[in-house]
């Protein structure tokens, strides 16, 4: 099934502001965003993919339509998906700022 590009370009509308080198490419189907070459966020269908550290990850599971993210049978600890319900535009730039503030903490690759 092919990603949401009305959702891509709400993403890319919020990041343009950032200042930062986000490069996107095609991944699972979907769409990676990158930050210093480390998978940032991205798009799977409808559902916006994000990283976040453990504590982070263990909040947000309790908003409503989050949840682990979950590719090829196995979930990924790290990564949340988040249902289109939950991105009205509060959250998404929510998210995203979540995502990227947590990979900037990464070594770049």
């Known amino acids: ?17 950032w200042g930062l080198d986000v490069p996107k490419r095609k991944m699972f189907g979907g769409l990676g965003y ?43 600890k790290s990564w949340l998906q988040a249902e289109a319900e939950a991105l009205d535009e509060d959250n998404l730039v929510r998210y995203l700022e979540i995502s990227r503030d947590y990979v900037l903490t990464l070594p770049p690759k």
């Open 1 to 17: 099934m092919a990603y949401d590009t009305t959702l891509e370009d709400r993403i890319d509308e919020v990041i343009a502001s």
């Open 34 to 76: 990158f930050i210093n070459r480390n998978m940032a966020f991205g798009i799977k269908t409808d559902q916006l993919i994000i990283k976040a550290d453990e504590s982070t990850v263990q909040k947000l599971l309790q908003e409503p339509n989050i949840g682990y993210f979950d590719y090829g049978g196995k979930q990924m």
